[in-house]
């Protein structure tokens, strides 16, 4: 199983690099998007439906039910991250003005870090979680104290400006005042420069970092099998590029999203802590997990920001 997970996980960038690079530099239309990010949700789908008929005929029903539904909760779950994840891309890629056209290379390249980061740190806290039970309360601890923060700061700008990472690289490293196609450096005088759409590269690695430091745990509250954390990460941002580009124009009417992601977080942190007194059924998980994600798009589509027309769901 592992095995057959690591080649599709393989065939499936090889896939999406050859049919969105065959377009060169232009930009992805929404149609196509919206398109490739439904073909990625049903092989999640399909893959949970072959892991359910393989465990009900090796395991039993009982068995096949439950994991199923864990994987397809971890799912729910990182795909709500993932979502956020792909604000803070469009954060970056405004703030540095990078052309559409010129966002797909980092965006797989960033998508690549991210499932490798996931990867190693999945089996660093499976391998922790396996000798230091009590690890669980601290992740556990972290969620709770990372939602408390995200709901409180939900408004808040950031200024990228004042980050000692980009302060630091402008003030040791040349960098270009523009854009060189998708190249991350240019010789020029015979001194490398690098162009912004390296800065841009780096901290999108910063973030996937981040965002896989608060979504492990998350992950581990729902399921300790290092194979089904591993798999619903995985299909959760496969399909991220694609769904960037259809919802960079929509992102502001997700925007109460971030209470929705909060609110889950605080859940699922108080799920872990309360996990040796009482283990909440993994149906009703789901079912707080869906209803939250639910509310909060439907209250961003209807509660609008100022100067912002409401849009009816």
Known sequence: MWTAFAVFVVVAIIVDLLVLERKGAAKVSFKEALGWSIVWIVLSFIFNGLLWWYLDGKYG????????????????IEKSLAVDNIFVFLMLFTFFGVPVQYQRRVLILGIIGAIVLRAIMILIGAWLIAQFHWILYIFGLFLLVTGIKMLMMAEAEVDLEKNPLMRFMRKHIPITNEYHAENFSIIKDGKRWFTPLF????????????????????????????????????FAILGLRAMYFMLADLADRFHLLKYGLAFILIFIGIKMLLLD???????FALSVVGIVLLASILASLWVTRPGQKRVKP
């Open 277 to 283: 007194i009482y283990k909440i059924p993994i149906g």
């Open 199 to 234: 800065v841009v590269m780096v901290m999108i690695g910063i973030t996937d970092v981040i965002f896989a430091v608060d979504s492990i745990p998350a992950i581990f509250a729902v399921t300790l099998d290092p194979f089904i954390v591993l798999t619903s990460n995985v």
């Open 61 to 76: 029903r009982e068995i096949a039910n439950e994991t199923s539904m864990e994987f397809f909760t971890g799912y729910l």
